[in-house]
C-alpha cells in the first residue's frame, strides 16, 4: 500500500495527490473527473473518469442458427451480467422459437419487459434498480417462498392436491427469479465497487449473500421435488404409517432451513450451530426410512427414496447455510493498517 500524507490547502480543504503511476495507468490529465465512494468498511474508492449519469447498456445476440434453450441461457447471462436491454435479432424473420425463448426469459426475470419487437427483432429491458430492492430484503422473499412451498409439500405427502401442486411449481419460478436478481447484484458490485457504498455491503458480505441464496434455491428445488413424488406415492393405506413419519422428518428439516437462515441474517452463531450439530443426526435417520421404504412396491419404493433424500438435503443445505452464518458473523480483518 502506498502511503500519503493528507494537506491543508486554502485553510479548509483537505487534499491528497493521487499515485502517479496509477494516474498513468487511468490516463487521467489536469481537469478530468474523478469519482469518490465512501467503502462500508470506511475507506474511499477512486474511479477514474466518473460519469453522473450513464449510458443504458445493450447486449445484441442473433438469432440465426441459435437452439431456443442456448438463446434462453444467452439472455439470462446478460442480464446477469447486468447489461439494461438485450437485443434479439435476426437477417430474415425471428422464428416463433426464438421469440418464445425471450418471453419465456423475460418471465423467468424481474423487471425485464418487453418494449420494441418487429419482424425481425425484440428488445427487452430491466427497469429494476437492484438499489431499490436490498439484497437482505431479497433474501427474506426467498426464505418465506421457499417456506411456503415447504409447506405446501408437507401438506402434500398427506393429501394429495392438484393445485397446490401447481401452487409450488409457480413459486419455484419465483425463487429463481430472486436468486437471479441477487446474483446480478453481486455482478455489479464486482463491476463497481461504489455499488459496495450504495448497498452498505463489503463484497465478502455480499458474497455471503449470494452463497446463501444459492443454497435456498436448491432448498427449494428439493420442496418442489418433494411435492411432485408426494403426488405419485399410491394411498392405499400401506404406507399411511411410514409417510407419517416422513413428514415429521420433512417438518424437523425444514425447521432447520428457517432457522439457519435466520441466523445468518440476524447474526446469531449460536443457533447455527445447534442447527449443524442436529443436521448431521439426519443421516442415520435418513438411512432407516429408505429402508423401510423398500417394503413397498417397487413403484412407491422409488417415490419414498426420492422424498426421504430431499429430507436429507434440505438439512444438509440448513449445515451449510450455517456454517456461512458462522463466517459471516466474524468480521474481516482490518488490512488498511
Known sequence: MELRKVQLTGGSSLTVTLPKTWAEK???????VVGCAEQPDGSMAV?????????????????????????????????????????????????PEARDAVQRAKDRIMGLEIIEEDMGSVTVQDFLDPKDFHVDK?????????????????DLLTTPDDRKRTSVRDRDDEVDRLFWLINKQFHALLRDVSYASKMELSPGEAHNFLLVARLCERTADHANRVAGEAMEIPRDGEADELLGEIAQAWRRSTSLFEDAVDTFRHHDPETADRVIQEANEFQDEQAQL?????????????????VVESIGRTAAYAANIAEIAINH????PDTTA
Do not use: C, W
Not at 26 to 32: I, N, V
Not at 54 to 74: K, M, N, P, V
Not at 329 to 332: F, G, K, L, N
Open 138 to 154: 431479497a433474501l427474506r422473499r426467498l426464505q418465506m417462498l421457499t417456506q411456503a412451498m415447504q409447506q405446501d409439500a408437507d
Open 290 to 306: 429408505l429402508k423401510r421404504g423398500t417394503d413397498f412396491g417397487s413403484q412407491a419404493a422409488v417415490h419414498i427414496a426420492f
Open 26 to 32: 487511468a490516463d487521467l490529465q489536469a481537469g478530468d
Open 47 to 95: 474511479h477514474p473518469h466518473a460519469k453522473g449519469d450513464r449510458e443504458i447498456q445493450t447486449y445484441h445476440l442473433s438469432a440465426d442458427g441459435a437452439d431456443t434453450e442456448s438463446l434462453f441461457r444467452q439472455v439470462i447471462s446478460a442480464y446477469l451480467n447486468g447489461f439494461d436491454a438485450i437485443t434479439v435479432t435476426s437477417v430474415d424473420e425471428i422464428s
Open 329 to 332: 458473523d466474524v468480521a474481516a
